[in-house]
């Protein structure tokens, strides 16, 4: 990888017309104060970069489940997963990653499988990373049929800035590990509901990269990881 290539990330098409806007705004602050102009190149370079969709390397190994986000996990803890797919009334542990301003939006299927359903609700626009932002805001729900048979439920949750989720994918499609499924505009979050009797390979506070960072393994090889900071 070139210097050049290190800071200057593809972009997904969602954020042309964003960069446009913000980029017409700044030659206005320009004309009106010079130093105001200034702040709108600051701010278009930071819409440029929440709309980055860079390459990712994603794990080829069979059964694992990798991060659907860039962020931070923010909650693991079992609950029901969202009504509105029919998924059953049984809590399941459910793993949330948290995404700032900062972190890429665009979002990337945990593991391989058809898309059975998917489900759009309309909502309220809390602090995503609120446990009460699972259940209240706004989100975009998504049943995965895996090789084994089992399922798994990925949701897109809208936060506090967020006002719109965009879906990629559609229903009966195939997906693969790491696949592009959807994106969140500025500030958001993605509950993954494991399988029941799978932990997570993750913890409180980690730092995930969307399509690479295992979130979990299918075949359970490995306990439930434990982390402190150091």
Request: proline fraction near 6%; glycine fraction near 10%; aromatic fraction near 10%.
């Amino acid at each position: 990888m070139t210097m050049l290539e290190t800071f200057l990330k593809p972009m997904h098409k969602e954020g042309y017309r964003f960069v446009g806007i913000f980029a017409a705004i700044t030659l206005v602050l320009f004309m009106v104060w010079e130093p105001l102009g200034w702040i709108g190149v600051g701010l278009t370079v930071w819409c440029y970069y929440f709309f980055r969709d860079p390459k990712r390397f994603v794990p080829q190994a069979e059964g694992l489940i990798v991060s659907p986000a860039d962020g931070v996990i923010s909650l693991i803890e079992r609950a029901v997963p969202p009504a509105e797919l029919g998924a059953g009334t049984t809590p399941l542990l459910r793993v949330s990653v948290f995404m700032s301003v900062f972190n890429c939006h665009v979002n990337r299927t945990p593991i391989a499988g058809r898309l059975l359903k998917m489900a759009y609700r309309p909502g309220k626009f809390f602090n995503a990373s609120l446990d009460k932002a699972s259940v209240d805001n706004e989100r975009n729900s998504l049943l995965l049929e895996m090789a084994d048979g089992r399922h798994l439920v990925v949701v897109q949750i809208a936060g506090l800035v967020a006002r719109r989720i965009v879906p990629f994918a559609k229903e009966g499609q195939y997906l693969r590990t790491g696949e592009r499924f959807g994106l969140i505009r500025f500030g958001s979050r993605l509950d993954v509901y494991l399988p029941e009797g799978v932990e997570p390979l993750v913890s409180l506070g980690q730092t995930m990269v969307g399509g690479e960072t295992v979130l979990a393994d299918l075949a359970n090889l490995q306990p439930r990881r434990l982390a402190g900071r150091d």
